[in-house]
């Protein structure tokens, strides 16, 4: 354990071995700003990288590929130099030999074209022969396919690994690997359309790269000069990845955080404005979008905005906007589209959130053919199978540039709750220090807490819940008074950091509302000068100068500067956003040295820190409480480091319970989170397909990634099936035997198989409480124990409790959370074994005693860490614990009672009942005599009976058997068993290939059928599937539920409403809060108000009514609850003319949040105003587009300061 002095002596003493840049800090800082703003991709630039991306850092090697086919890399410098050598020379045809048969029945087979090295001729790179067709390799000893040489060592190698494993095995294409990932190595991949090759051309700049012919002889592309130069040397993966542009070829760059993935999508930028084309760029959120403008204003002047609030420059050259905006031009046919030659996706991994990425995909999927893309993403496990879609569905090559380089190397610390110091757990060259991982759970004093203390703030994570009518009632403590008192291990964390002058540092949490505890815990602290704070009063001053008199006075507002001016920073999404963008820029100039901030900081916005800290490593994610991801640690922890400026990133996790060291390297150096598809249809969507004459709603399903994703995991199911069958052919149930002697052994299998599940069925009956509670409300019962499908035998029961929200697996977390579990909660002894010390050495068993030990949880046990001890356990190993159990889990129920003392866990108490049940069981050898259903249970139902006389005449049938008659019964189990494993690989062989039918079959389709005939229904389309009237309007509403949005438009329910009462009314449609008061969520709202929500529910309930005649899955009442009336009060008084400061008293939920809910009820006003245009209702247009002036005024909508 390292104490408070000597903690960062790895800073001094040891050796970095990373590849240091070529420029020293001198330079860097002469050239600040811009190379803050173009990602200093190389050469020591400022925290390089304006990437606005929330990029996964993949800790892995992920060098898996390189060596695959016999392809060997070169192993130092020396070989390295050979290769380039070789190259030049000729060497590229030898490589071309040795994997060119490998291509050879890939290319003739597949779908899709591959990249092909044309092994015929050799000798000069680049040319007509020895040519690396339609793929891009960079960092090699020569120019291959036109592509520039770089000084890293270079290897190839072919993916061979099956498509079902994320598509990073698709032989869609062809990949090239350099070097590793320890220096600034990448990795790209092409992936080819069907139909010939295009043509490669090289490019400009680059005195190494000689011209290219395409693999068929066409004349090379001439050359032309580069669109965009850098004052730094660009890095690998940015030379190679502008090659791909030069070439008007798509391409992804999936790197780390602030690697400077931003100089790609700059250049393709420039490019586009040199070749008089339009480009778009889109990112995930309309903060991010604000930022990109200005970033791109500043490098380019034709530059525009579009984000649905805000309009500036429609006619750019180059428009920034959201995806939702690019989806909606999509959608109408909008004239920009036809102009635009480079879509550029920032944040591309967003597009498998579970709400919004429906969008990204369903935008790639309409761009025109002729669009090419620069995808900007974080590291992803499965960009292979992603360009390959795009490849597909566009029918143009589509590249990966891939780089693992981490321009920062990270060190990770624990500090464990009420220790000494922090614990380096993970150096910066990635190994994991076992033994200091060890120490830092040593040094927890006690265990538990997290559980109890995520509880309470499990509705304030991060998302807005809590307050108002809807809410919960939180309570705010930011601006209106202090915390309760210093949190002292974060407080010594902090006083450390300072100390050690480790800031800036950002210090995550999950709650909003600890944002703002910890950050009042330090308002006595001062972490900036006087030139500093002058400083920061005068960016405050001006940007709260546009604010009205009223609205500076809010307590958000007046309680912020203080803790500003001592350097301290709270950024989350409750934060007004003007708030929100100060401490940003604040904290993007180094004028803020502690920043607190939930996760959602760690997207999109480049602002890197020296230190990051996590509060805690457990989350409530809406579900339950769980460990943090390694994607999402990736995203957070990927902020500590920055470029150019700090030699090392420091990550500190605060622990405040015991971990497993598999769950710890699960958090530090887990693969990043896959880009799986979160495809959906909705109503909004199929509408819009219907106007559009030319596209079909089945066309978007069946050029979705998510159908892409299910039809690429075909061929591995079908060779898993292969080898289950070849398995089941291979099993011999009755060696050298007959037919007849199979069948024999079949029949008794049938036969006893019935019998299980006729004793299954009336196990269920006997476990009803009327029947069995008598029996286990007493100590000492021995119970048959089966949890989650494992059986755990006999056990004894301690003790029997009715609670209401317990779980059945012991967990503190589940008992305090589960509302939906058994009310009969039992305490049975098991004997069991630690899933994680399977290990029975003295060292692990004393390890694992004092871990528990400490916990004051040896005697307890749960399914998630005991599993069954089986034959292969030796006698140390098992273990006696107390589970909590549920009636579902037990299997039988002996006659046999034992003592039990009161207090059954000390250690002696648990083995002694043990040594008494042993006892019993060797008392018994035939089996613990059982409780008789209908002598003891008093069971007289006669579905009861009738399972009982199946049973008897079932073991009458198996005692009769010939099996049983004419076989002893060591050979008699030896053939069943032999049977049913048979059985049972060639019924997983037919279940894997029904599964690979079913990915073949279009996905959603009976959905989409079923969805089309709820259409029809409400009048949206015709009989012949044409839009009509209300289909119209629903196509311009997609803030909502279109189908209830449609219907309050048509009933006449706005007809007489006045301005204030419609806004109120929609204000329902958007607040997704939960209800406070389940049985009316109007009571104590006016009348003026309570009625339009009544006639809403009414309409609503209609809808639901119409979706499940559909045989449409939907929960009537909770599809109407999500109707809250919570904001009524509040927007009626806004749209009024009401302060913000009165209005924010009704909501009681955070500032942040109430804006953000106005300005989505703008947005969907606005839509009400277009869907009364569109049915030519022009008396409701124009009391919608009333209301939206009315909403649009003061601090909820003031402009942001990035414009």
Not at 439 to 468: C, F, H, P, R, W
Not at 726 to 752: H, K, M, Q, R
Not at 981 to 996: P, T
Not at 1008 to 1034: F, N, P, Y
Request: glycine share 10%; with cysteine.
């Amino acid at each position: 354990m390292a104490d408070l002095d000597d903690l960062f002596g790895a800073f001094d003493g040891e050796d970095d071995e990373e590849e240091k840049r070529g420029t020293t800090k001198d330079d860097a800082s002469r050239n600040a700003k811009r190379r803050k703003r173009d990602g200093g991709g190389g050469g020591g630039g400022e925290a390089g990288g304006k990437d606005n991306g929330d990029d996964d850092v993949d800790e892995d090697d992920d060098n898996d590929d390189d060596d695959d086919d016999g392809v060997v890399p070169p192993s130092s410098k020396e070989s390295s130099s050979k290769e380039s050598s070789s190259s030049k020379s000729g060497g590229i045809a030898k490589n071309a030999e040795a994997v060119s048969a490998m291509y050879a029945d890939v290319f003739s087979s597949s779908s899709m074209r591959h990249a092909v090295i044309d092994a015929r001729g050799g000798g000069k790179s680049g040319g007509a022969n020895g040519t690396l067709a339609g793929s891009s390799l960079a960092g090699g000893g020569s120019s291959i396919g036109g592509l520039a040489s770089t000084d890293a060592m270079t290897t190839i190698a072919v993916g061979s690994t099956s498509a079902g494993s994320g598509g990073e095995g698709d032989d869609d294409g062809r990949e090239v690997s350099t070097g590793t990932s320890h220096d600034k190595s990448i990795r790209s991949y092409s992936a080819l359309p069907d139909g010939p090759l295009r043509p490669k051309m090289t490019t400009g700049g680059d005195s190494s790269s000689s011209s290219s012919s395409s693999s068929h002889g066409s004349p090379p592309i001439a050359i032309l000069p580069p669109a965009k130069t850098y004052p730094f040397p660009l890095d690998p993966f940015q030379k190679t990845a502008i090659e791909c542009v030069d070439r008007d070829e798509s391409v992804l760059v999936a790197a780390h955080t602030s690697a400077g993935k931003t100089v790609v999508a700059e250049y393709a930028i420039a490019k586009s404005l040199r070749d008089g084309q339009r480009v778009v760029y889109t990112s995930p959120i309309k903060a991010l979008s604000n930022q990109k403008y200005r970033d791109l204003q500043e490098e380019f002047d034709d530059v525009g905005l579009m984000t649905g609030d805000i309009t500036i420059n429609p006619s750019a050259t180059c428009l920034v906007m959201t995806t939702e905006i690019l989806r909606s031009m999509l959608y109408r046919g909008s004239e920009v589209m036809r102009e635009v030659a480079w879509v550029i996706y920032d944040e591309v991994h967003y597009m498998r959130d579970k709400e919004r990425g429906v969008v990204w995909e369903e935008s790639i999927i309409l761009l025109p053919h002729k669009v090419r893309f620069v995808f900007l993403s974080a590291t992803i496990p499965n960009a292979k199978q992603f360009v390959s879609w795009i490849a597909k569905i566009h029918h143009q090559p589509c590249h990966v540039v891939y780089t693992n380089y981490r321009p920062t190397p990270l060190q990770h610390y624990i500090f464990p709750q009420g220790g000494e110091g922090l614990h380096l757990v993970v150096d910066e060259k990635g190994k994991f220090r076992e033994s200091n991982f060890q120490k830092a759970m040593s040094a927890l004093q006690g265990g538990g807490g997290t559980d109890q203390a995520i509880a309470e703030v499990m509705y304030d994570s991060g998302n807005g819940k809590g307050g108002g009518r809807g809410g919960g009632g939180q309570k705010r403590k930011f601006g209106s008074g202090g915390g309760k008192g210093p949190n002292n291990d974060l407080h010594r964390i902090v006083k450390l950091i300072m100390t050690r002058g480790l800031d800036p540092v950002i210090v995550f949490s999950f709650s909003k509302k600890d944002c703002e505890k910890y950050a009042l815990e330090l308002k006595r602290e001062d972490y900036t000068d006087e030139v500093e704070k002058d400083l920061i009063s005068q960016v405050y001053t001006n940007a709260i100068e546009s604010l009205s008199e009223d609205d500076r006075k809010l307590p958000q507002v007046e309680a912020l500067l203080p803790l500003l001016k001592r350097g301290i920073g709270i950024h989350h999404g409750g934060l007004l956003p003007i708030l929100k963008e100060i401490v940003e820029i604040l904290f993007s100039e180094g004028l803020i040295k502690i920043l607190f901030a939930t996760e959602t900081f760690a997207i999109g916005i480049n602002m890197p820190a020296k230190t990051v800290v996590f509060t805690n490593t457990r989350k409530w994610d809406g579900q339950e409480i769980r460990w943090v991801t390694s994607g999402e640690y990736i995203q957070m922890s990927g902020r500590a480091g920055r470029r150019g400026k700090d030699d090392r990133g420091v990550v500190i996790q605060m622990v405040d319970e015991k971990m497993e060291p598999a769950v710890c390297k699960g958090i530090l150096y887990g693969d990043p989170d896959p880009l799986n598809s979160s495809y959906r249809i909705s109503y909004n969507m199929l509408i819009n397909m219907v106007r559009v004459e030319d596209v079909d709603p089945e066309y978007l399903l069946r050029a979705s990634f998510h159908q892409y994703q299910q039809e690429s995991e075909a061929p591995a199911l079908e060779a898993k099936a292969d080898e289950a069958e070849a398995e089941s052919n291979a099993i011999e149930v009755v060696p050298g035997g007959t037919p007849e002697d199979v069948a024999a052994v079949a029949e008794y299998f049938g036969l006893d198989r019935q019998l299980l599940l006729t004793q299954r069925k009336m196990m269920k009956i006997q476990r009803r409480p009327e029947h069995i509670l008598p029996f286990v409300q007493s100590s000492g019962r021995l119970i048959d124990v089966t949890i989650d499908g494992e059986n755990y035998g006999w056990g004894i029961i301690v003790r029997y409790k009715r609670k209401a929200g317990t779980g059945t697996s012991g967990s503190a977390g589940q008992m305090a959370l589960n509302a939906d579990g058994p009310l009969h909660n039992i305490d049975v002894l098991l004997t069991c074994v630690d899933r994680h010390f399977d290990d029975s050495s003295p060292t692990a068993e004393a390890r694992r005693e004092e871990d528990l030990a400490n916990l004051g949880l040896l005697w307890r046990g749960t399914a998630r860490h005991c599993r069954p001890v089986s034959s292969k356990d030796g006698p140390d190993v098992a273990s006696t614990r107390e589970f909590t159990i549920g009636l579902e889990n037990i299997d039988r129920i002996s006659a046999v009672r034992l003592f039990v003392p009161q207090d059954a866990k000390p250690m002696e108490a648990r083995r002694n009942i043990m040594k008494s049940l042993n006892e019993v069981k060797r008392r018994f050898p035939e089996g613990l005599p059982l409780l008789d259903p209908v002598k003891d249970l008093k069971i007289n139902v006669g579905e009861f009976n009738k399972l009982l006389e199946r049973a008897t005449e079932l073991k009458k049938r198996l005692s009769t058997h010939t099996l049983t008659t004419n076989i002893d019964e060591e050979e008699r189990i030896t053939r069943v068993r032999a049977y049913e494993r048979k059985s049972e690989k060639m019924e997983y062989a037919r279940a894997l290939r029904r599964e690979a039918r079913a990915c073949q079959t279009l996905v959603m389709k009976e959905e989409l059928r079923k969805m089309k005939r709820v259409l029809r229904e409400l009048g949206h389309v015709d009989a012949s599937g044409v839009i009509q009237t209300k289909g119209r309007a629903a196509c311009e509403v997609n803030t909502a539920n279109e189908l209830v949005v449609v219907e309050l438009l048509f009933a006449g329910l706005f007809n007489d409403l006045t301005v204030e009462q419609s806004v109120a009314v929609l204000s329902c449609l958007i607040f997704d809060e939960r209800n406070k008061d389940e049985d009316d969520p109007a009571r104590g709202l006016k009348s003026y108000l309570s009625g339009p929500y009544y006639k809403l529910i009414e309409l609503a309930r209609s809808v639901a009514k119409v979706v499940i005649s559909c045989k449409i899955e939907l929960n009537e009442d909770e599809f109407v609850e999500k109707f809250n009336p919570g904001l009524m009060e509040a927007v009626y008084a806004w749209v009024k003319g009401a302060k913000f400061v009165e209005v924010q008293k009704l909501t009681g939920q955070f500032e942040g949040s109430t804006i953000r809910s106005l300005r989505r009820l703008e947005e969907l006003v606005r839509q009400l105003a277009s869907a009364s245009k569109a049915i030519g209702n022009l008396e409701l247009m124009a009391k919608f587009e009333k209301g939206s002036d009315l909403l649009k005024r003061d601090i909820v909508f003031c402009s942001s300061l990035y414009l």
